[in-house]
């Protein structure tokens, strides 16, 4: 492939394009400006909005968490940098298309499918992966249409993460606290009349091996129309648990246990709902006439591995919880863009420090990845920052080496024609702030933050109102 040779003296501007709009694909384009100003960016999305699981993934009673949505904004207000929404990559725009247009790609589109549990019945009826729950509360279009049997009394929610903490969280909310939150109009009228009583949340490992920040755990224990119970046998430790602990080394785990402790010591005082959490159990079977009724738990202990993590391991007593609704939140999973190296078993790209590797492991020039498609599905909106940072310190050395891309078409309005011969109705970043100020009015009209529009044809035909 051709390579960038002359940056310096280059006829056009370095052009990047940023396929995704989270935190990563916005992180990158504010390190490429700090360092490049002039730098010419083109961030795509496959919807009309922007901010990915900031506005797609975030729960919606963490508002404060969103306000990071200023810096995005920002960065995008920024002459050079353009924003492409309901472009579709790999299709609408293809891998070949990119690379004729830009010096350099940088994948930022995140983990967009979940990983599967693995065991019968995961698909039955009654049983979602968590994901799908999420997409659904905060309004993203592919979930618009996801159903929820609400009327079952009794949920078990699978994984310690703070997803599943989230998806607890919702569930257990009063209508009157997702009112006040920018929760989907669907999903607030849903939850309104859900009769959950009983939230189980179920752990394979010990209450100190929780994938769960503690402010998220703790949260669990100050709801409002929600209880919290966790039997004291629970939190009793096993020998390597209680070593690591003493160890002192875990600060995360010696808050959630603290946590915990202050949760079993806590007597119910008849709110509506209950949380419950289980530790030590995997699921091993969802079974039902036509449907989920049970949970099927394999009771565990915990085991050294080789490497010193400590695991699961498998009792072979078991027990049945009769639950009607199952969400697995066991973890996000990337999927691929077609021609772009992709790694099926880690749902990541292989990359080297974020620099594509194709399949023999060389490196793809001019192509990147950061967030979780470069990593996998782990950490905060900030860690995507230094992540970002690591990917663009390459990409800007390769373009000092010579070693970028060379497109034959880097012309800026290139895109732009190409687009519009294939019929692609482009959201801009003006029609974006209006859907914005329209959801935005929407839910100041109801008393609400915003009341989101969860349909790509609802927004299209909005802006061409
Ligand atoms: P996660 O943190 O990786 O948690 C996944 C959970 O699923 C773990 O408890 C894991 O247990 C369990 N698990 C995995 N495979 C399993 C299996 N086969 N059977 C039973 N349990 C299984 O993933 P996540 O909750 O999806 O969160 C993704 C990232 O987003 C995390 O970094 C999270 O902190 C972040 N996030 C942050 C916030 C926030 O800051 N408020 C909110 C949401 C998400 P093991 O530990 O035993 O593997």
Not at 327 to 337: A, H
Not at 423 to 442: A, H, I, K, P, T
Request: net charge negative; aromatic share 6%.
């Amino acid at each position: 492939m051709a390579v960038f040779s002359a940056p310096m003296s280059a006829p056009t501007p370095l052009r990047i394009a940023i396929v995704g709009t989270g935190p990563s694909g916005f992180y990158a384009a504010e390190s490429l400006l700090k360092q490049r100003p002039g730098v010419e960016i083109d961030l795509f999305d496959r919807l009309p909005t922007p901010f990915g699981l900031v506005r797609g993934g975030v729960a919606p009673d963490h508002q404060k968490i969103k306000s990071v949505i200023r810096v995005y904004e920002k960065i995008a207000a920024t002459p050079t940098v353009r924003f492409f929404g309901n472009v579709r990559i790999g299709t609408d725009l293809t891998r070949d298309d990119l690379l004729r247009l830009y010096h350099a790609v940088i994948y930022a589109y995140g983990a967009q499918s979940d990983r599967a549990l693995g065991v019968p019945g995961e698909n039955l009826p009654g049983s979602y992966a968590a994901t799908d729950f999420v997409g659904w509360y905060n309004g993203h279009p592919d979930y618009r249409d996801c159903q929820f049997d609400l009327s079952q009394d009794q949920v078990a929610v699978i994984g310690m993460g703070n997803v599943a903490v989230d998806v607890v969280r919702i569930l257990a909310r009063t209508p009157e606290e997702l009112h006040k939150t920018d929760i989907a109009g669907h999903a607030l009228e849903a939850l309104a009349e859900s009769r959950v009583r009983d939230i189980y949340m179920i752990g394979r490992r010990g209450p100190i091996q929780g994938a769960f920040t503690n402010p998220e755990l703790k949260e669990l224990g100050e709801m409002e129309g929600a209880d919290i119970e966790v039997p004291a046998g629970e939190l009793e430790l096993d020998p390597a648990s209680a070593a690591l602990l003493a160890a002192g080394g875990d600060k995360v785990a010696e808050r959630n246990l603290e946590t915990l402790r202050t949760f079993a010591a806590k007597a119910p005082t008849g709110k509506p709902r209950t949380i419950h959490l289980r530790f030590l159990r995997s699921p091993v079977e969802l079974s039902g006439s036509g449907r989920v009724e049970q949970l099927v738990l394999g009771k565990n202990r915990l085991v050294v591995g080789r490497s010193g993590e400590v695991k699961a391991e498998a009792t072979g007593e078991t027990e049945t919880l009769p639950v009607g609704l199952v969400f697995r939140s066991v973890g996000y999973l990337g999927t691929g863009i077609a021609g772009v190296p992709f790694d099926t078993k880690r749902g990541v790209i292989p990359n080297d420090h974020g620099r594509v590797l194709a399949e023999a492991g060389t490196v793809a020039p001019g192509e990147y990845a950061v967030g979780w498609i470069k990593r996998g599905p782990s950490g905060v909106i900030g860690t995507n920052k230094p992540d970002a940072v690591e990917t663009v310190n390459l990409l800007l050395a390769d373009a000092e080496s010579g070693a970028l891309n060379q497109p034959a078409e880097p012309a800026r309005e290139a895109v732009m024609r190409t687009l519009a011969g294939r019929g692609v109705r482009v959201v801009s970043w003006r029609d974006w702030q209006r859907l914005d100020e329209l959801e935005r009015q929407g839910g100041a009209a109801l008393g609400r933050p915003r009341l989101k529009l969860c349909r790509v044809e609802e927004m299209l035909a909005a802006l061409d109102d």
